[in-house]
């Protein structure tokens, strides 16, 4: 467990509406659904009491109590949407939260599709970001390749990446321009600066870069092909070693 003082709220958010890949959130990934990554991730740095899910669905609720989380609440419909925004979802799990007299001093956004997080990872992020006073947030980002020198909207033509050649000549990708993006591993934040600004992302948002491992966010069939490939290929990434 963390030696970090700071007392974070981890919220883990499963809904249970996933259409490219149905109940996604609870699917067997090496023989542990999902979302447990997250919830055994976080309990490596923190207690479990501070560690809840928000679910529209009493099943999944229901996995995470098993494996140690918290389900203090179901949410509700509005915010089991596609259009619903994972900033709306925090703040409702915040005033709640309030309401209900807990107390934190920041917020841990940890998205079930980044299933391979390390636990150092983690920590390191949260000390970083109460390390640094102005900082309001950290967030977990991945490098680019390519980087966005060959990328440009969808187009007919390539009139983009032919100005960039024109201008600067083409490059090779070691040569590349180093880019990062955020990754979907975690988003933390001050509870103070979310509650203020309601988002993870402000000028003060710190960037915290992880291996490509690490980033890897399971949102297509394509990408849990992958994962199962890497927890084949790589056995200390199945929960049960970490």
Known sequence: MSTTSH????????????KSIPDKNIR????????????????????????WISTDSARYAAIAEKFGARA??????????DDAKSADVVLHTMEWARQNGFSF???????????????DTLDDAVRELFSRDEAD?????R??????????????YLSRVAENIARTGSIRRQEEPREITPSGGFYIARW????????????????????????????????WLW???????????????R
């Open 137 to 141: 947030a950290v967030v977990a980002v």
């Open 105 to 119: 001093d920041g917020v841990g956004l940890l998205e079930p599709t980044s299933p391979f997080v390390r636990p």
């Open 143 to 156: 490098y680019v390749t390519p980087s966005t020198f060959y990328v440009q909207a969808e187009s007919r």
């Open 28 to 51: 067997e990934l090496g023989g542990i659904p999902l979302l447990v990554y997250r919830i055994r991730l976080a309990s490596r740095i923190a207690s479990g009491e501070n560690i």
């Open 192 to 223: 103070d600066a979310f509650m203020k600004h309601r988002t993870f992302y402000t000028p003060k948002t710190l960037a915290h870069p992880v291996s490509p491992i690490e980033g890897l966010e399971i949102d297509e069939p394509l990408d």
């Open 227 to 241: 994962a199962e490939f890497l927890l084949e290929r790589y056995p200390e990434l199945r929960i049960d070693s």
């Open 7 to 18: 007392r974070i709220l981890w919220l883990i958010a499963a809904r249970s509406g996933s």
């Open 72 to 81: 203090p609440f179901i949410r509700p419909p509005q915010l089991a949407t």
